[in-house]
Every structure is written in structure tokens, then in C-alpha cells.
């Protein structure tokens, strides 16, 4: 039987107002198509930081400002792809995030998806040579760490999806790549292994010609003070960056435009009565190495808000499934999730998992209970994700209502809650999951780099680059 809902009050124009409202499209669009990529150190980075800002201004919320931090900054080249035997053939490529200037020859080695069981099948093979794995499966940094720990020179990303062009994703995540990598298309890469199949080996010759600098980057921050508990905060966010080559309109502002919409009517229907704080974030760089959530988590810390749990809604809005919930190995807060929906008359699905490569991961790291909200039925992989073709014109506006709708009444929920089923991790558990949780695999793949390399801890490394 569904229980009373005793929200219906701040329910009903919420949720009236998210599904008649046309601000998070006109947003989205101005985003993409007048701004870009938004990528670090672009022009459209710069412009989308102000609008944000502005929005965060317009739509109530106190402490409105930028914070402000510096980086090294990536920025593209020409990059070349040269197959120098059994046939000579120069091919299309981009240098992938975090590449430098380099030149590597070597033997192309294929690897499949490059999970252990690839890599290990050709261990003999790859020293020196040049890894082909294709996109999908498990993440890009996971495929790359392994050519790294297996003595490769260069890596090639070929994306699996036919007719969507080269794919992109960073290598160095938060520093120069260790080796120079490059994307491809689909079309290219089974290019490479028809020739591989009909002759053995195939000598190819990289060349790139990107460069780091030092650049400035913002995450824009406004807050709801909450009544009652305001030193008890919900952080709730999403990042304003896309690939250089791509609007990025799915992936991340599909969630973007869902955190500010989350703002407005949260803003406008209950921030007379909340309990506890919201703190609305548009973070930075993610995607080349979550630069502006871990700027934003240290900043918390140093200032010792008690944050009980962050929402990284990236990319959350996007359409193919219906929404759900995420929770990031928290699994005391089903229940009240469980709780809400049926307060809702709403089935939820609720899903446990957790992975390094997000800007949860910060917050993770300083044991925060996290979560995101997740779409559900959609196929499995990235599809146009990670392409110029992530465009507006694949966004879709219900899905971004729906995820909307749902951020801003669970979100109300937790701040207006007696109490919250949320613990801090103590740093011991932060430190035996990354050891042992199926889901941080890559994190412990980084961890091995670090290792071999001679880099310090990649925590202390990540924190010590982002101060």
C-alpha cells in the first residue's frame, strides 16, 4: 500500500514545474552550440563558467561564486598514423588527452577489449610494440595502464562503434601520458587487423605533437543553507566539461542541466524549510582527470564541512532507459531510497557499484558516502559517447525532466530527514576497498604504474597536483 506523502505540498509544484519547464534544453543548447566543447583552457570553457553563474545567481542560491585553481593544461596537436609495412599507408588519428610530443615505431599487437586475459595471451609480443585494443568492456585507462606495465611504446584506441569517428578519452588522467596514444575509428582499426590477419606483422610509425601549459580552470559553487542542521551538507554536481572534439551533450550536460534544474525548483518550492544544506557544484575538467572535484573536495575538507553524501550526476539526463539510483557501495541508504519511492509511487531501481574514473571519487576518497542517478535499459557502452557526435540533437528532453523530477524530491528528502542512515568511511575502509573492491580494479592498475614508474602514492600525487 503506498504511504502518504508528506512532501506533496513541495511535490506537486516540483514536479509540475520540471515537466513544463523548457530552461535546462535552452541551457543545454547554449552550452553546445554557442560554446563548444567547453573544454580546459578553450574560450567556450571560459563562457560557460560565467553562464553558470550566472543561472546559479538567478535562480537564488547564496555564495554564489568561482573557484578558481590552476593546472597543467593540454593542448592538441597534429597527430600521424603511419603504416610503414606490409603496405605503406598514412591513416586518420587523434592524439588522445595527455599525450606529449612524441615518435614510437613499433609492431602492432592486438588485444581485444584489453582485459588481463589478452594482454597475457600476447606477453611475449609486447615489449616495445604498439597495443591495439578496441573501446568498451571495461575503461580506457584500464587497457592503457596494462600496455604500460607490459613494456609497450604506444597505444592505439579504436573505437568499437562503426560510423562514429575517432574516439577520444584522456591517457595521462592528471599528468604527461607515459606513452603516446592515439584514437581511431572503427573503420580504421579493422583496417589495421585485416592486415595483421592476411600478414602477420604490421610495422606502423606515431607521431604526436601535443604540449601541456599551465591554464586556469573554475568549478562554479551556490548553496541552499539549511535551517536547522546547516552545517550538514549534500553536495550536488556534475561537470561542465566535454572532450575537445565533442559537445559533449549527453556526456556530461545531459546531468549538468539536471543540477541546475535541481537548483531552480529546489530553490523556488523549498528552500524556506530545509533542514540541512545543498551544495550545487559544476565541476571542472573531469574528463581529464577530475581536477575540479578533487580542487572541491580538498577545499571542503580544509574547511571541515560535515558533507554526508555527494551526487555526481554526470551525464545523467541521458535518454534510452528509465532512471534510477546508484549508490556507490552504501548499501545502509537503500532503505531510504526504498522509502522515498514508495512515498513517491515510484519504482526505483537501485544499483550498487563504484569506479575510480568519475567525480565521485574524490569525495570516495575522503570516505563521503556517494551515489548517482543512473538510466537504466539503455545499451550497454558509450555508443556516440566521447565523439563529435555527441550533439544536442541526441539529447532528449523527458529524460532530462525524469531525472530531474527525481534528483530534486530525493534530494529534499535527505535535507529535510530527522536523521540520514549515512556513516563516514573511516580511512582504513576507504584504503582496504581500493585494495579489494571488484569495482577499483583500475585504481589498483594506476596504483602498479605509479609503481613501476617511481611515482609517489597516486593519492598524495593527485592531491599534491590539484592545490
Same mark, same amino acid.
Given at each position: 500500500?503506498?504511504?502518504?506523502?508528506?512532501?506533496?505540498?513541495?511535490?506537486?509544484p516540483i514536479v509540475g514545474d520540471v515537466y513544463t519547464s523548457t530552461e535546462?534544453?535552452?541551457?543545454?543548447?547554449?552550452?553546445?552550440?554557442?560554446?563548444?566543447?567547453?573544454?580546459?583552457?578553450?574560450?567556450?570553457?571560459?563562457?560557460?563558467?560565467?553562464?553558470?553563474?550566472?543561472?546559479?545567481?538567478?535562480?537564488?542560491?547564496?555564495?554564489?561564486?568561482?573557484?578558481?585553481?590552476?593546472?597543467?593544461?593540454?593542448?592538441?596537436?597534429?597527430?600521424?598514423?603511419?603504416?610503414?609495412?606490409?603496405?605503406?599507408?598514412?591513416?586518420?588519428?587523434?592524439?588522445?588527452?595527455?599525450?606529449?610530443?612524441a615518435e614510437v615505431e613499433g609492431n602492432v599487437v592486438l588485444v581485444g577489449?584489453?582485459?588481463?586475459?589478452?594482454?597475457?595471451?600476447?606477453?611475449?609480443?609486447?615489449?616495445?610494440?604498439? &597495443?591495439?585494443?578496441?573501446?568498451?568492456?571495461?575503461?580506457?585507462?584500464?587497457?592503457?595502464?596494462?600496455?604500460?606495465?607490459?613494456?609497450?611504446?604506444?597505444?592505439?584506441?579504436?573505437?568499437?562503434?562503426?560510423?562514429?569517428?575517432? &574516439?577520444?578519452?584522456?591517457?595521462?588522467?592528471?599528468?604527461?601520458? %607515459?606513452?603516446?596514444?592515439?584514437?581511431?575509428?572503427?573503420? %580504421?582499426?579493422?583496417?589495421?587487423?585485416?592486415?595483421?590477419?592476411?600478414?602477420?606483422?604490421?610495422?606502423?610509425?606515431?607521431?604526436?605533437?601535443?604540449?601541456?601549459?599551465?591554464?586556469?580552470?573554475?568549478?562554479?559553487?551556490?548553496?541552499?543553507?539549511?535551517?536547522?542542521?546547516?552545517?550538514?551538507?549534500?553536495?550536488?554536481?556534475?561537470?561542465?566539461?566535454?572532450?575537445?572534439?565533442?559537445?559533449?551533450?549527453?556526456?556530461?550536460?545531459?546531468?549538468?542541466?539536471?543540477?541546475?534544474?535541481?537548483?531552480?525548483?529546489?530553490?523556488?518550492?523549498?528552500?524556506?524549510?530545509?533542514?540541512?544544506?545543498?551544495?550545487?557544484?559544476?565541476?571542472?575538467?573531469?574528463e581529464v582527470g577530475l581536477f575540479g572535484a578533487y580542487h572541491d573536495a580538498?577545499?571542503?575538507?580544509?574547511?571541515?564541512?560535515?558533507?554526508?553524501?555527494?551526487?555526481?550526476?554526470?551525464?545523467?539526463?541521458?535518454?534510452?532507459?528509465?532512471?534510477?539510483?546508484?549508490?556507490?557501495?552504501?548499501?545502509?541508504?537503500?532503505?531510504?531510497?526504498?522509502?522515498?519511492?514508495?512515498?513517491?509511487?515510484?519504482?526505483?531501481?537501485?544499483?550498487?557499484?563504484?569506479?575510480?574514473?568519475?567525480?565521485?571519487?574524490?569525495?570516495?576518497?575522503?570516505?563521503?558516502? %556517494?551515489?548517482?542517478?543512473? %538510466?537504466?535499459?539503455?545499451?550497454?557502452?558509450?555508443?556516440?559517447?566521447?565523439?563529435?557526435?555527441?550533439?544536442?540533437?541526441?539529447?532528449?528532453?523527458?529524460?532530462?525532466?525524469?531525472?530531474?523530477?527525481?534528483?530534486?524530491?530525493?534530494?529534499?528528502?535527505?535535507?529535510?530527514?530527522?536523521?540520514?542512515?549515512?556513516?563516514?568511511?573511516?580511512?582504513?575502509?576507504?584504503?582496504?576497498?581500493?585494495?579489494?573492491?571488484?569495482?577499483?580494479?583500475?585504481?589498483?592498475?594506476?596504483?602498479?604504474?605509479?609503481?613501476?614508474?617511481?611515482?609517489?602514492?597516486?593519492?598524495?600525487?593527485?592531491?599534491? &597536483?590539484?592545490?
Amino acid at each position: 500500500m503506498t504511504k502518504t506523502n508528506p512532501y506533496l505540498a513541495q511535490d506537486r509544484p516540483i514536479v509540475g514545474d520540471v515537466y513544463t519547464s523548457t530552461e535546462p534544453m535552452t541551457l543545454l543548447t547554449t552550452l553546445c552550440d554557442d560554446f563548444g566543447s567547453r573544454f580546459g583552457g578553450t574560450e567556450g570553457a571560459k563562457l560557460a563558467s560565467d553562464l553558470l553563474m550566472e543561472k546559479f545567481q538567478a535562480y537564488g542560491l547564496h555564495n554564489v561564486h568561482k573557484a578558481a585553481y590552476d593546472y597543467d593544461g593540454w593542448y592538441r596537436g597534429e597527430a600521424t598514423l603511419q603504416v610503414l609495412s606490409p603496405v605503406q599507408r598514412e591513416l586518420t588519428c587523434i592524439s588522445l588527452p595527455y599525450c606529449h610530443a612524441a615518435e614510437v615505431e613499433g609492431n602492432v599487437v592486438l588485444v581485444g577489449e584489453g582485459l588481463a586475459k589478452d594482454f597475457e595471451k600476447e606477453k611475449e609480443r609486447l615489449n616495445g610494440s604498439i &597495443v591495439l585494443s578496441q573501446s568498451g568492456g571495461i575503461h580506457r585507462m584500464e587497457k592503457y595502464d596494462r600496455a604500460i606495465l607490459h613494456d609497450a611504446s604506444g597505444f592505439i584506441f579504436q573505437n568499437h562503434y562503426p560510423g562514429y569517428g575517432e &574516439v577520444t578519452g584522456t591517457i595521462g588522467w592528471n599528468h604527461e601520458a %607515459t606513452i603516446p596514444g592515439i584514437g581511431v575509428s572503427y573503420e %580504421t582499426g579493422e583496417f589495421l587487423k585485416r592486415l595483421h590477419k592476411q600478414n602477420g606483422d604490421v610495422r606502423v610509425r606515431i607521431q604526436t605533437t601535443d604540449e601541456l601549459r599551465q591554464t586556469t580552470a573554475w568549478n562554479i559553487v551556490g548553496e541552499l543553507p539549511g535551517r536547522v542542521w546547516p552545517e550538514e551538507v549534500i553536495v550536488v554536481g556534475c561537470h561542465y566539461d566535454g572532450h575537445d572534439i565533442s559537445q559533449g551533450a549527453n556526456d556530461p550536460l545531459s546531468g549538468m542541466v539536471v543540477v541546475t534544474e535541481m537548483a531552480r525548483v529546489l530553490s523556488a518550492y523549498a528552500a524556506d524549510g530545509l533542514g540541512r544544506t545543498v551544495r550545487f557544484v559544476a565541476w571542472s575538467n573531469e574528463e581529464v582527470g577530475l581536477f575540479g572535484a578533487y580542487h572541491d573536495a580538498r577545499q571542503l575538507s580544509d574547511a571541515q564541512a560535515q558533507v554526508r553524501f555527494t551526487w555526481n550526476l554526470d551525464s545523467a539526463g541521458s535518454p534510452g532507459g528509465r532512471k534510477g539510483i546508484q549508490l556507490h557501495r552504501v548499501p545502509d541508504f537503500e532503505p531510504f531510497i526504498e522509502h522515498a519511492a514508495e512515498e513517491m509511487a515510484l519504482d526505483i531501481p537501485i544499483g550498487q557499484g563504484i569506479s575510480g574514473y568519475s567525480d565521485h571519487f574524490p569525495y570516495f576518497l575522503q570516505g563521503i558516502p %556517494t551515489g548517482s542517478i543512473m %538510466t537504466v535499459g539503455r545499451p550497454a557502452g558509450r555508443g556516440f559517447g566521447h565523439t563529435a557526435f555527441d550533439t544536442v540533437d541526441k539529447t532528449d528532453a523527458m529524460a532530462i525532466r525524469e531525472a530531474a523530477a527525481l534528483g530534486a524530491r530525493i534530494v529534499l528528502r535527505m535535507l529535510s530527514a530527522d536523521s540520514l542512515p549515512l556513516q563516514a568511511r573511516s580511512a582504513e575502509e576507504v584504503e582496504r576497498m581500493l585494495k579489494e573492491d571488484s569495482g577499483l580494479e583500475q585504481h589498483r592498475l594506476r596504483e602498479a604504474v605509479y609503481e613501476k614508474l617511481g611515482r609517489e602514492n597516486l593519492r598524495q600525487y593527485c592531491d599534491a &597536483v590539484r592545490t
